[in-house]
């Protein structure tokens, strides 16, 4: 049911016509054809009537219309039946085949072609290079072929001479992979003499070589550029002839070149059509009793193409060798003989040839290294485009086979569609108004039943010993077929005086009545080549030549099996080919030829019904209308369409499936369009299907992305179960890094209380990864040297510790200020005591003890010889004692009488330079600060500097007090209330340092170099 177009069209569908008759068929067929809708459907058979004029339906545009639509949304196209078996094979994985059938020049090949193409543009959308390539070659084998076996005939400028079935097989992508063609050549049989050319032999590359060949080959092939030079493709004197010529030998050569075949290949087929060419053109005549070759010059020309000896030629030509028992004998032929055989040789190699040429295109694109557990189910489009019913004034041999074959379809086409349709009603308990239509089978039957049938009386009379003749065949059937209701012959009708006597018979055909002749019968079913020409070819030293001929190769005394007959070959052909198509999904076109005269305007009425009646279409659109578009069984449609429903999806719990699959349909309220049977659903329209499918569509979708979603969530998990995985590995190894090295500073620092240096000799072990970012904190290291440092003390005497307080205080407020702070050595303190000589010493101590009684001081922090400025700015030598209390200042030339006192709660802070000098200012609250120079130390030169400063300044922070230590130069100072600077300079020949005034202060002038 067809849309998209108006009703001036007449019907897309006949199944539409309001009734069902011859003459509303006929008017919608004739209104159609006129408005230029060349194509109508019969539910999913297309009718196509030759348009016999360029359409513009068959471009890019068009084809993106009908890509991956239902049949019906589109207005008839054979682009839509193609579509419809494609779509049947991907979808549900089912081989499907096209059946093209109608009479010569009806448009078969023609439509063969469109679909061909419509296949090859849907498919293959990712370009892949294997896949292209395969196309290339099942369209380029086509234009071979074509060239090899169409000729213009009466009937079709580009007949068909021979029924071609091509499978185009598929991977599970839906993409072609390969084919294979078989071709039922008929034209062997037809060997008609010089009066009626044979029309095989003007194949359009017999024209194509002889006008267009390149000058040069055809010099090597004895050619000349004239076909009318060639008896065998002079038709009736008018000669088919094209300006095209010389490009389409050019496309046949590259298209060749292209499918694979070698160069050597190529010209042997020239060969062999030149070989063709001049056969035709030789003459026999008789001298007496010997019978002669009239154009001898040709001998060496068929013995060069050939590749034989001219002595074989000749012989082949004129001789027949017979054996009679164990003798050889060499009989000659009559010149008609030697015509009739040299006929037969040229049709046999032409034969051969085309063949040949099958297989080698197959060899190419069959499927290579296909594994159907790797790459899924192959599955096969068929398309067979083959001859159509013929009716001459004149019908033999060949017209009975083709004709013979149309019933075979017909009757495969009845089967299928009208009576399998009835049957299945029947079987499915559907109710159904049964249609009549016309069985052929008994017609099948006529021609080919075992024994009884017409192919097997031709068979016995072909074999019969003694004389064979035509007349003996057709007596033969007339006693056998007496009784036959679709056979007659003048003997058996004598009323019917257009059957001549001895010669003709009448079959009733279901698509008319035929007359046959039966004149070659008998010749043209036995396989009549001598054997003397198959030796000749096999002994051909030409390699490809050879392999055509293999039966050459037996000896003249073996006695062979009886060929088999061109009638049983034919016959079995055609019964596997039937096999093969009913094993398949079927579409059909059905071709109908609108006039003779091939002309775009008219439609002959009568011509065109004849055609529908024989077609049976009428019968068709009866079983349509009364039937159902889709059947399936209740599985399988449950299967396909379940989570349309809520009821079915996922899995129903209704009692059957059929009740399922009636509850889905009722929740989509299609339940007035389909009809249950016992194990299948009937759905009667498309459109119902198609919403189904539609439906479907967006489920799927649906689910498609239900499931997406549930794989992501699976792929997240199984993520994230590998990280965290991963982390406790990682978490584990840091974990285990990081006990080993705890062990190993265990093991390492185990005795480190009994070594000498407390473990300082011990090197710390290289920490792991994970914790070097932390090194600077690594809390062991800290505990170690805390440790080690809190050891070390322990062990110290009160006065030694009292010394290391010291230090570290000059170290914290020296150190980078000033150079050497005199840590290496022992800080004493008390220098005037343990320095001096005894007598100083000793007046000293005096004096410190008497000072001790007095102040009471604790201990004595430092003491030394100084130089000093007095208040005349003045240098004076002078001794400071320094204690906990109190700075004391004495006189050594009083026997160290002790001058003035500062206490040490006045004391400020102290000032040093950042030389080496030993200078040292102390500041005090009341702005009298003290400004001495450190001297007369033992060893000379030494710094006390440092150990005067940590003395003062781990006593000041024993009593938790500040002491301000300040490294500059130059020195501020308050003398007496006023300001000053003291700058060290060094000066050279000084034996000890001196303070002069100067303008803002003081110099301190050191000992310099
Ligand atoms: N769809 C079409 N559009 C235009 N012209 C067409 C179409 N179909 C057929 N023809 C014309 O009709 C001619 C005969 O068609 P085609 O060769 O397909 O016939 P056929 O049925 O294969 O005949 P045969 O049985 O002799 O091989 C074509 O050469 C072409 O000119
Ligand atoms: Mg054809």
């Not at 019917?496 to 070659?520: N, P």
């Not at 190894?733 to 390492?748: G, Q």
Request: proline residues 4%; aromatic residues 10%; hydrophobic residues 35%.
């Amino acid at each position: 049911m067809a849309e998209h177009e108006s009703l001036e069209f007449g019907k897309a569908d006949f199944v539409l016509l309001d009734d069902v008759s011859m003459d509303e068929f006929m008017e919608n067929l004739r209104i159609r054809f006129e408005k230029g809708r060349i194509y109508t459907y019969i539910g999913e058979v297309v009718v196509s009537v030759n348009p016999y004029r360029a359409m513009n339906i068959y471009g890019r545009d068009t084809i993106e219309q009908y890509k991956g639509r239902e049949l019906y949304e589109r207005p008839p196209h054979l682009f839509a039946i193609a579509d419809a078996a494609y779509k049947a094979m991907k979808r549900r994985n089912k081989d499907t085949c096209i059946v093209i059938s109608g009479e010569s020049g009806a448009g078969k090949t023609e439509a063969s072609k469109y679909i061909m193409q419509y296949i090859a543009a849907i498919t293959n959308p990712h370009q892949r290079a294997e896949v292209e390539r395969v196309k290339n070659m099942l369209l380029k084998s086509n234009c071979v072929l074509e060239a090899f076996g169409n000729a213009k005939t009466n009937r079709n400028d580009n007949s068909s001479r021979f029924g071609k079935y091509m499978d185009i097989n598929f991977d599970f992508k839906g993409d072609p992979i390969g084919g294979h063609i078989s071709n039922y050549l008929l034209e062997k049989c037809s060997l008609d003499c010089q009066s009626c050319p044979l029309t095989l032999l003007s194949s359009f590359l017999s024209f194509q070589l002889v006008k267009g060949g390149p000058e040069s080959l055809l010099r090597s092939l004895h050619i000349q550029k004239d076909p009318a030079a060639y008896n065998y493709i002079k038709v009736g004197g008018q000669l088919k002839s094209s300006i095209n010529d010389s490009s389409d030998f050019k496309a046949v050569a590259d298209a060749m070149k292209v499918i694979g075949f070698t160069g050597e290949e190529v010209h042997t087929v020239y060969k062999i059509l030149a070989t063709i060419l001049h056969l035709g053109n030789m003459k026999f005549d008789s001298d007496g009793d010997v019978t002669l070759i009239e154009n001898g010059n040709l001998v060496p020309v068929l013995a060069e193409l050939l590749a034989t000896k001219q002595e074989s030629v000749e012989k082949a030509l004129l001789y027949r060798t017979v054996a009679t028992g164990r003798d050889v004998i060499d009989k000659q032929h009559t010149p008609q003989e030697a015509s009739y055989g040299r006929d037969a040789l040229a049709k046999a190699i032409y034969d051969r040839l085309f063949c040949w040429i099958v297989g080698c295109i197959n060899d190419i694109i069959e499927v290579k290294n296909y594994d159907a557990r790797i790459h899924g189910k192959n599955t096969v489009i068929g398309v067979l485009d083959i001859y159509g019913f013929e009716i001459f004034q004149n019908n033999s041999f060949e017209q009975f086979c083709i004709n013979y074959c149309n019933e075979k379809l017909q009757q495969l086409f009845i089967q299928l569609v009208l009576k399998q349709e009835q049957e299945e009603y029947q079987r499915e308990g559907i109710p159904w108004k049964h249609i009549d239509y016309f069985n052929n089978q008994i017609i099948v039957d006529l021609v080919e039943q075992q024994h009884k049938g017409i192919f097997s009386i031709l068979d016995e009379a072909c074999m019969n010993v003694g004389k064979v003749t035509d007349e003996l065949f057709l007596q033969a059937l007339n006693s056998k077929l007496a009784k036959h209701a679709h056979y007659t012959s003048r003997k058996l009708s004598p009323t019917e005086k257009c059957l001549e006597f001895d010669r003709d018979f009448r079959i009733r055909h279901y698509a008319g009545d035929v007359t046959y002749s039966v004149v070659g019968f008998i010749d043209k079913n036995k396989d009549t080549l001598f054997q003397d020409f198959k030796r000749l070819l096999y002994n051909s030293s030409n390699p490809v030549l050879k392999a055509m001929w293999p039966e050459g190769k037996l000896s003249i005394t073996e006695v062979t099996k009886r060929p088999l007959t061109a009638g049983t070959l034919f016959k079995t052909s055609m019964i596997s080919l039937v096999e093969n198509l009913a094993s398949k999904e079927p579409y059909y076109v059905r071709c109908i030829k609108p006039n003779d005269v091939k002309s775009p305007l008219l439609f002959e009425q009568e011509r065109c019904r004849h055609q529908v009646e024989y077609l049976g279409l009428l019968e068709n659109v009866r079983v349509r209308r009364a039937g159902f578009a889709y059947r399936q069984t209740y599985p399988r449609f449950l299967q396909r369409y379940k989570m349309i429903s809520q009821f079915t999806w996922p899995n129903h719990d209704l009692p059957s499936d059929r009740e399922a699959v009636k509850r889905l349909l009722q929740g989509c309220g299609f339940e007035h369009d389909v009809a249950y049977g016992k194990t299948k659903v009937f759905i009667r329209t498309p459109r119902t299907l198609f919403t189904l499918e539609e439906q479907r569509a967006e489920m799927v979708k649906r689910i498609v992305l239900f499931l997406q979603k549930v794989w992501r969530g699976a792929l997240a998990r199984m993520r994230y179960r590998r990280m965290r995985a991963a982390l406790i590995i990682i978490r584990v190894y840091r974990r285990y890094k990081v006990k080993s090295y705890i062990r190993e500073v265990n093991r390492r620092f185990k005795n480190v209380r009994t070594m000498k240096d407390h473990g300082k000799h011990v090197k710390w072990p290289m920490p792991p990864k994970v914790l070097r970012r932390f090194e600077e904190f690594n809390v062991f290291l800290v505990f170690s040297l805390r440790w080690w440092a809190w050891t070390l003390i322990r062990s110290l005497s009160p006065e030694d510790v009292l010394q290391v307080r010291a230090k570290v205080a000059a170290l914290e407020s020296l150190k980078g200020h000033r150079a050497d702070l005199g840590l290496q050595r022992a800080w004493e303190g008390n220098y005037m005591v343990s320095e001096g000589n005894p007598e100083t010493a000793s007046s000293f101590t005096l004096v410190s003890s008497d000072l001790q009684r007095k102040d009471k001081f604790m201990r004595v922090l430092f003491s030394s010889n100084v130089r000093k400025i007095n208040r005349f700015h003045k240098c004076e030598d002078r001794a400071v004692l320094i204690t906990d209390r109190h700075l004391y200042k004495m006189d050594p030339l009083k026997q160290y009488r002790p001058m003035k006192s500062i206490p040490l709660y006045n004391v400020t802070g102290v000032s040093v330079s950042p030389g080496k000098d030993q200078l040292v200012v102390f500041h005090t609250k009341d702005s009298r600060d003290l400004i001495v120079c450190l001297q007369g130390m033992v060893p000379a030169g030494e710094s006390r500097v440092g150990e005067l400063v940590g003395a003062l300044l781990s006593h000041f922070k024993s009593e938790k007090r500040k002491l301000q230590v300040s490294v500059v130069s130059p020195i501020q100072c308050s003398m007496h209330g006023r300001k000053c600077t003291i700058v060290v300079e060094p000066k050279i020949n000084l034996s000890q340092p001196e303070f002069t005034k100067s303008r803002s202060g003081y110099i301190l002038a050191v000992p310099g170099n």
